[in-house]
């Protein structure tokens, strides 16, 4: 999987140098802070605030970027760092994305190159996303993970030498229904997350552990909520983006309030 990287780092160089002698280049720099980070209705870093730094450079239809979110306090510390590449055609209907996730840990082993599906920290997930028209403003997701640490499928047949160890990986699959709107200068973006990957369960007769599944303990809707956002004005020349989302996960019965700034 070194080569992945490579092949990462490769085509960022491509377009970098690329950027050099085009006009229709893009290079983005930014953070978000969040009162707490929620992706996909699971809750990262226990209930405190998150910087989310990212930047990305776009060239015609083609985006490569480097996201992260690091908490601000708690008694969890969580730390993440992604990088990604996006392809969006058909006249803009379908993107495209590779995403490769890492989470590093204090005091923990790093290894960032440590690609090998049985000991590596990061996870890859592709995804092709509908981005909707503006007669049909609709959104469809589909993301499965593909490689790495994702939920390991642990073998469950206790005359196995192999019992209760990893076995591979869960591709576990996401889908998310999306629909935006606007009410005077607040816009509205209104969502619903599926895990469609149901985990393997304990087996207490056998002393089978089961596995933890990367969107929870079940499939079914697992983020249900909607996101809030305007431009507050502070001067006549300078705005603040600013949001609130409210998010639910029926599958861990839980919900959360988030609200976010832009830089």
């Known amino acids: 999987m070194k080569r992945i990287l490579v092949l990462m780092i490769g085509l960022f160089l491509m377009v970098q140098g690329f950027a050099q002698d085009s006009k229709g280049v893009e290079f983005n720099v930014g953070a978000d802070l969040m009162s707490r980070y929620v992706w996909r209705g699971t ?3 226990g209930a405190s605030p998150s910087l989310q730094p990212s930047v990305s450079l ?13 908490s601000l ?39 960032y190159f440590d690609y090998k599906e049985e000991s590596t920290g990061h996870i890859l997930e592709g995804s092709l996303c509908f981005n909707g028209t503006e007669k049909f403003p609709i959104s469809i997701l589909l993301a499965m993970n593909f490689h790495g640490a994702d939920a390991k499928k642990i073998v469950d047949d206790p005359n196995s030498s192999n019992f209760n160890e990893e076995d591979g990986i869960q591709y576990s699959t996401y889908v998310e229904l999306g629909y935006s709107c606007s009410l005077k200068d607040v816009n ?22 089961g596995e933890a599944g990367f969107y929870g303990s079940k ?7 909607f996101t809030a956002s305007k431009e507050v004005g502070i001067t006549d020349k300078f705005s603040l983006p600013v949001s609130a989302s409210v998010i639910a996960n029926p599958v861990a019965e839980t919900v959360f309030f988030v609200f976010g700034i832009s830089l």
């Open 43 to 45: 809750q990262f870093g």
């Open 58 to 70: 776009t060239t015609n239809n083609f985006e490569i970027g480097f996201w992260g979110a690091y």
């Open 73 to 111: 306090g708690g008694v969890n510390p969580y730390q993440e760092f992604d990088l990604y590449m996006s392809y969006t055609f058909a006249k803009g209907l379908f993107t495209a994305t590779v995403t490769d996730y890492f989470f590093p840990e204090d005091g923990g082993k790093y290894d």
């Open 188 to 209: 509205f973006d209104v969502f619903a997350g599926i895990n469609l990957t149901k985990p393997e369960e304990a087996n207490l007769s056998t002393g089978y552990l």
């Open 219 to 225: 499939a079914g809707v697992v983020n249900l909520g």
